[in-house]
């Protein structure tokens, strides 16, 4: 509720009786002792008290206050009490919080002000949100010149809707039907834009009644559905959420019927169509500076702000399945083309159909898969995923290090393609996909972005410790299909810290068991530590490399000298290793990862950091028991026994720091000693049960295909 400014416990009154008082608000945050620098006239404590914003949240009237008084310190060239530099940094600070006013409309200020205090600080009574008139809505409809008019056809559907009044803010040279004439119509004098207009014409609705229950802007190219309006008296606020989107674009849509939150983020905001505000959410999002300084910039559109708004302010969107308002517009706000999938809906004609309705069968979309075809594990992981998920084209770009394999037969087409395509070729590829989906990085820098800009919705399986949030790439990713539950733990932390718009999956990643024969291993007489590639080094803080890499080989060498009595078998793929001793074999690895693990025992993976660790999960297929690090994520795995980390170090790969755990030599040796010479039979069976019950593609499968689902569930409307 706001106060009087007799109520503000920073005013202090002057005496004289003409209405003075020094801001203490002001005069605190400036350090300035100056009274002439932080005295205001009563009018302006008036216009401080019916700001959205409260002032200690540095609304727009103190926000200028405070910037006057920089710049006149500035002018001055100091003060006793606070330096130019500092009132550079206090005038730099409070330039957001200022009011704008639009060249296009000069004559208005935003954010606009809240409603007058009456006498004692009590608001009218008001039929806002209930009695016999229902729920007090206050509804906008946006029109722009389109090549096919729409806005006939919205109309009649919001007054089938149950909406009797609407405003209608016009850009210039919109058509505006003869069915308007009862409606109130703004027509602006010059052209807005996407966001101004809906900023601004949700800043007029709120003006004119600052007191509705909600509010609401619809764009002139939808369809509601019949009798939204009451249904929708009985419904808000779903879930307890001040922002509900009315139109629910595929990409938001649910498998089941109602209310779900969603947090989508900026770019991840798919339809601005509909969107109703609770009065007190309403405030905060006219008021909010990032939100003020977009329209300043010009670089989003609503949805996207609605979404980041939302995102950094923790509040979730409401979206109903199926869709109570449909997109009937031909042309895409945001790129000028047609729009795909993600502004349309599975959508409703009448709020009688919703207990009726039913989801659509989950199938999988058309996927396209981004990977190398390649000797080394990632491009073991892409052709597994090829081999198992209904893929409908694979893009394999030309490695920079590694030579391609030969073309694979696959059950999709093929593209080896260089690794800089781009530009009509790329958009050629992309065209007619559901998904794209790649692991760990973009192998094509561009790709991420182009599949946005065509609608196709982006899947990323992440190796954590090669991800970094100031990567630019993931701001375009829809779903994160983490691997392990260490990653998808903090995907999901990156989200809320970041405001990232994806949505994270857990799926403890697959082994194809039919590839890995299962050995029964009844006694353990063998150790096995397969190397690959070895890894990378890190980097210290220091920007000194660890003398380790991510294998943890130098760790097996060491332990291998100092007990010489146990047998090892190093498969290594890299040929710059330590020195061996003579109870250690070194064999290069098998022309197929099938025969990778048919000598040996217990597999043995003293790792530092994995993104999934594919050797910890085929060795537990195969029938070995895996003994691998203490630490996360190597210890989801279920090992027969786990090495104890005796410390834990801040490393780099990228610019992200990550935690790499250190291990004793002595430690790797007592585990092995323990093991060694031991019936090992039944660790065997529920090596592979393991695999079999927690790490099937059957079982990645079908959490999959809930995830991965076309998005043009409906065709576009007649």
């Not at 249904?231 to 990409?251: H, I, K, M």
Request: with cysteine.
């Amino acid at each position: 509720m706001n106060l009087s400014p007799e109520q503000c416990g920073y005013r202090q009154v002057l005496p004289g009786g003409d209405g003075l008082a020094v801001c203490g608000l002001v005069r605190g945050m400036t350090g300035i002792d100056d009274a002439k620098l932080s005295t205001v006239a009563y009018p302006t404590c008036q216009a401080c008290c019916r700001a959205l914003a409260p002032a200690n949240a540095l609304n727009p009237v103190v926000a200028s206050l405070i910037h006057n008084a920089s710049v006149e310190v500035i002018r001055r060239g100091g003060d006793p009490a606070c330096t130019v530099a500092r009132a550079r940094e206090l005038e730099a600070r409070v330039a957001s919080h200022l009011a704008v006013v639009l060249s296009e409309l000069p004559d208005v200020s935003f954010p606009p002000e809240g409603p007058a205090v009456l006498a004692g600080g009590n608001q009218p009574a008001t039929a806002a949100d209930g009695g016999r008139g229902g729920r007090r809505w206050m509804v906008g409809l946006l029109t722009a010149p389109r090549p096919v008019p729409t806005i006939g056809r919205s109309m009649a559907s919001l007054r089938r809707a149950g909406f009797d009044r609407v405003h209608v803010f016009a850009e210039p040279g919109s058509l505006i039907p003869e069915e308007a004439a009862p409606w109130p119509v703004a027509l602006h004098p010059r052209r807005l834009g996407i966001f101004a207009n809906f900023y601004s014409s949700l800043a007029t609705l709120y003006r004119l009644d600052p007191h509705a229950g909600c509010y609401c802007i619809f764009q002139d190219d939808v369809l509601a559905a019949e009798g939204l309006k009451s249904w929708c008296d009985g419904q808000l606020w779903p879930l307890g959420q001040a922002v509900v989107s009315l139109f629910t674009s595929s990409a938001h849509a649910a498998l089941e019927r109602g209310w779900r939150v969603v947090r989508p983020g900026l770019l991840r905001t798919h339809g601005g169509q509909a969107f109703l505000f609770r009065p007190d959410a309403l405030c905060r999002f006219l008021a909010d500076p990032m939100v003020l300084n977009e329209l300043r910039m010009r670089r989003y559109n609503d949805d996207s702000m609605v979404g980041s708004w939302a995102t950094r302010h923790e509040t979730g969107i409401a979206y109903h399945t199926p869709s109570l308002v449909q997109h009937i517009g031909t042309a895409s706000a945001r790129w000028g083309l047609t729009p795909g999938p993600r502004l349309f809906a599975q959508a409703v004609d009448s709020v009688e159909e919703i207990p009726r309705w039913k989801p659509p069968t989950p199938r999988f979309g058309r996927i396209g898969l981004v990977g190398w075809n390649t000797l080394n594990g990632l491009g073991y992981l892409v052709r597994d995923i090829e081999s198992h998920l209904p893929i409908d084209r694979w893009l394999a770009p030309i490695h920079p290090y590694f030579v391609p394999l030969p073309r694979p037969r696959t059950r999709c087409r093929f593209d080896l393609v260089a690794s800089g395509i781009a530009g009509q070729k790329l958009e050629a590829w992309l065209d007619g996909l559901d998904w794209i989906l790649f692991a760990e990085t973009p192998p094509i820098e561009r790709l991420p972005r182009a599949a946005w800009a065509r609608d196709v919705n982006v899947a990323c399986i992440p190796n954590w410790e090669w991800t970094s949030p100031t990567s630019q790439w993931l701001e375009y990713v829809d779903l994160m299909v983490c691997p392990t539950r260490h990653t998808w733990l903090l995907m999901n932390d990156w989200k809320r810290r970041y405001g990232f718009g994806w949505e994270c999956v857990y799926v403890p990643w697959p082994v194809p068991t039919e590839r890995f024969r299962f050995c029964l291993r009844r006694r353990c007489r063998r150790f096995l530590f397969v190397n690959g590639w070895g890894g990378p080094h890190a980097r210290r803080r220091s920007g000194a490399a660890t003398e380790y890499t991510r294998k943890g080989i130098e760790l097996v060498a060491e332990a291998a000298w100092r007990a010489g009595h146990l047998p090892i078998t190093v498969i290594s793929q890299a040929s710059d290793i330590p020195q061996m001793p003579a109870n250690v074999e070194v064999l290069r690895p098998p022309k197929s990862n099938r025969a990778l693990y048919s000598r040996g025992d217990v597999c043995v993976q003293p790792t530092h950091w994995e993104g999934i660790g594919l050797q910890l999960l085929e060795c537990q297929a195969a029938g070995m028991p895996l003994v691998t690090t203490d630490a996360p994520p190597m210890n989801e795995y279920q090992p027969l026994a786990a090495i104890p980390a005796s410390d834990m170090e801040i490393v780099y790969l990228t610019d992200q720091p990550i935690m790499s755990p250190r291990m004793e030599p002595r430690d790797l040796v007592h585990v092995l000693e323990s093991l060694y010479e031991t019936d090992i039979e039944e660790a065997s069976r529920r090596a592979r049960q393991y695999i079999e019950r927690e790490h099937s593609w059957q079982r990645a499968r079908e959490i999959l295909k809930q995830r991965l689902v076309p998005l043009a569930i409906s065709p576009l409307p007649a």
